[in-house]
């Protein structure tokens, strides 16, 4: 991660899936509370709070990014569309259900906690999902489905006719063609010949995604899962909860390894919990978990079997000299990231966002303050409890470029070197006028969609950018966000809608 001198990136809005007017009623059930990235980028998976699982798609199927072009062929395409791909609706399923255990009366909601992709193999896709309770490994996988169409002209007709004569030596055993875009006639003489039917029924073979859950890793945490990470290995994965983290392995769901266990034999001595985890990119021996005290923790499964007391912490000195209550909530961190090249690690807690490196333990190397004009108003958002939001962070494939929201669906990005702390801010929200002390630019034409299913709107434009101190509007905040592997684009999630920008 070696910052170098470049341009400032220019961000533009993208796409947006599941926008609503300001008149619409939003469900709790609706709101996104997950967003995820698959290593290549080709994929997006969303979660929401009743439970669904919503999964978008490159439009060719494949990151145009990753594609050769001719030279003529490059000449006819828009250079944007090569660096920034756009996403289309693939598939939806339900992962989770409400429950109730029984023995602790305790009402176990729906709602996605965290997804998590897994390494993909013979062509299907492979996610991980969690509510507060139980991890579902879930399989999607395109399948081919007939619908039928009608057709007008009789030439169309025969030439559906001549299709078919191929196609029925390429049958396999269910009667689906064995290639992807045949047609096929409906058998019976009335949609072979056109003088007995003027509009004739003709069958076309589609691609479309169902979703199978092959295992359910249940029974493992006593407290509400806050995360899961993928293992450089491809074999693991961790969960953690509030005091324990465990580590799974993808093809055993009935027993798991208690790695790290937090929980006092006295639950009055309590003074921290985990807040967040992650594997190390690249050495599959070593994680990180954050704690509500401002504390991270890097951990080195080698060197025991529980890797409660060989831990390197890292910890911001600067920020544990005189402390008070308030104080104490807000160093908690709420998200861990790591780069591509595992040198780094990207932290957020509520008031900054910082950059450490793994051979410094003492203080970060960069801090980005998101919420210090807020700090006057401690007392305020403790009352009514803003001070407990939790917001994630992301970072480029690249490493240099972080991101992380705020309040008033505002998006903060930073550049590592780039010589200036104070970043970008993006709007992500429907009604710009909403933010007061800011610059007035064109408002962004967008779309009233009722949910993330329902098409999409784009438009090359500049997004709103704000300068300055903004104003607090505690109700619409940014919190969920991921960032492509491979490009300069970042999917941001606030209540129902999803949106995309790009650089």
Known sequence: MNPTTRQPLEWKFSQVFGERSSDDEIQDADRISTVEFDKSGDYVAVGDRGGRIVIFETKDGKNTADQHYSRNQLEQLDYVSLNHPEYRYKTEFQSHEPEFDYLKSLEIEEKINKLKWCTSLSGSLFILSTNDKTIKL????????????????????????????????????QGIPSFANGNHVESGADSIFPSQEPRSKIANYEDTAYARCRRVYAHAHDFNINSLSNNSDGETFISADDLRINLWNLE??????????????????????????????????????????????????RQSALCDYSARIFQDEECHGSRSFLTEIVASITDIKFPVDGRHILSRDYMNLKLWDMHMDSSPVATFKIHEHLRPKLCDLYNNDSIFDKFECCLSGDGLHFATGSY???????????????????????????????????????????????????????????????????????????????????????????????A
């Open 252 to 301: 055993v769901s009935n027993q798991s390894f208690n790695i790290i266990d937090m929980k006092p034999s006295n639950m009055e001595e309590l003074t921290e919990v985990i807040t967040s985890s992650e594997f190390h990119p690249i050495h599959c021996n070593l994680l990180a978990y954050s704690s509500s005290r401002g504390f991270i923790r890097l951990v080195d499964m």
């Open 408 to 502: 008033s669906n505002l998006l903060r990005i930073f550049f590592h070197g780039g010589g200036s702390d104070e970043g970008d801010t993006i709007e992500a929200s429907k009604d710009p006028n909403s933010i007061k002390n800011r610059k007035p630019l064109p408002r962004a034409r967008r779309s009233s969609l009722s949910n993330l299913t329902r098409g999409f709107y784009k438009q090359g434009h500049e997004s709103t950018s704000v300068d300055g101190e903004y104003s607090l509007n505690s109700s619409s905040k940014l919190q969920h966000l991921a960032w492509h592997p491979r490009t300069y684009l970042i999917a941001c999630a606030s209540g129902t809608s999803l949106c995309f920008y790009h």
């Open 138 to 173: 879930w399989k999607v996988k395109d399948r081919k489905v007939k619908k039928a169409r009608e057709i007008d002209s009789p030439h169309q007709l025969l030439s559906s006719e001549n299709t078919l004569l191929s196609e029925r030596s390429s049958m396999n055993e």
